[in-house]
């Protein structure tokens, strides 16, 4: 792990965002998009990153692009669920009344 700043752009060619350390990418926000429906399905970091906020900003980037691209969110994610719960973010998400689960991996606990 350097010192050098996580980057974490929007990358919408991949349906994510990511973060870089460098040239090494750390972590992922990860999407399934239908048209201005975007459904955030895994949000993962690097364990040995952990605990310094990419994540949160993994799904901050999806968020800034949503908005720019007057798209809704649906979490499928429950780390992503927990952060858009939060009221800044209500005009952007769509709930589905169905508990959030990993759609990557949706058998591991």
């Known amino acids: 792990m350097s010192d050098e700043v996580i980057r974490i752009p929007f990358e919408p060619e991949n349906n994510r965002s990511a973060a870089y350390d460098g040239e090494k990418q750390v972590g992922e926000c990860l ?5 201005a429906e975007w459904t955030i399905t895994h949000t ?6 952990g605990g310094r906020g990419i994540a949160k900003d993994l799904v901050l980037a999806v968020v800034e692009a949503a908005r ?13 669920a927990k952060v858009l719960s939060k009221p800044e973010f209500s005009d952007l998400v769509i709930e589905t009344g169905e508990p959030p689960q990993c759609m990557l991996f949706p058998h591991a606990q």
Not at 44 to 49: E, F, I, N, R
């Open 44 to 49: 993962g970091v690097d364990p040995s990153y």
């Open 31 to 35: 999407l399934r998009v239908n048209g």
């Open 68 to 80: 720019a691209a007057n798209a809704k969110l649906i979490s499928r994610c429950s780390y992503a």
